[in-house]
């Protein structure tokens, strides 16, 4: 069964080109604001792909069934969407700070895209731990996958919050993670330091240094292992890769 119908993708084309058309002229707008003689249209076109792409993913939700069927798949979809081509998208572009007279639109997306994140984190959460728990439903073999790709994302978006934490702290959070790092390595070594937490390897080589992401290090220590010992075991034990007679 298709997912996604002609008109959809018609649709989804029309609201997309409406976006791009509103980022370009939001762009244009801060730009004159600042008062600077000569509009720079190479800085201009970066806020706008910067804009566009943060939107995009409202333009994608307002459909229904589109590509995914609306749920965990679609949610995971966005998750990743949000914590692996956005941060790579904003590092890549490289945007100078006096562009900044989009900063406060761009606090703005950013506060409506942690709270898209978090909806879809809902829905991964209610569906491996709500209805697993509750029992609202059979358990089947896609379960498995999800579980997984549950604990990867969240392993990637405490990750972006380790990031945050450490972009807005005048002193080092984590021993081993320096600001004067590439932007990119800068992101990729506090996902490093997630995965290596919530699999409770501790390798040792990136630890936190205060209470506040000390507390959040043990919030993902107890996620990982109730996802893994508690949800994955009770996927497994439910017989789902038992081969039938």
């Known amino acids: 069964m298709k997912l996604y119908k002609k008109k959809q993708v018609i649709d989804f084309m029309k609201n997309s080109l409406i976006s791009a058309t509103i980022a370009i002229l939001l762009s244009i707008f801060a730009h004159l604001i600042i008062g600077k003689e000569k509009i720079d249209f190479l800085e201009v076109g970066l806020s706008s792909v910067k804009i566009y792409f943060s939107i995009l993913p409202i333009v994608f939700l307002k459909q229904r069934n589109f590509l995914f069927k609306d749920g965990p798949l679609k949610a995971t979809f966005l998750i990743l969407y949000y914590l692996i ?68 994302t969240i392993a990637i978006s405490f990750g972006l919050l380790y990031t945050i934490l450490s972009l807005t702290s005048s002193t080092p959070v984590f021993n081993g993670i320096t600001k004067d790092l590439p932007q990119i390595e800068f992101y990729f070594k506090h996902i490093y330091f997630s995965f290596i937490t919530i699999t409770t390897v501790g390798y040792g080589d990136v630890y936190p240094l205060n209470m506040v992401a000390q507390f959040f290090v043990v919030v993902e220590i107890i996620t990982g292992i109730v996802l893994t010992n508690v949800i994955l075991g009770l996927v497994i034990g439910s017989g789902i890769l038992s081969a039938k007679d």
């Open 85 to 152: 081509l956005v941060p790579i998208i904003n590092f890549s572009l490289n945007l100078k700070q006096e562009t900044s007279s989009l900063k406060y639109f761009f606090y703005i997306l950013s506060f409506i895209n942690i709270v898209l994140l978090i909806a879809c984190h809902g829905v991964l959460l209610k569906y491996v731990f709500s209805d697993f728990l509750r029992r609202r439903r059979k358990v089947v073999p896609s379960d498995l996958v999800v579980v997984i790709t549950t604990y990867i």
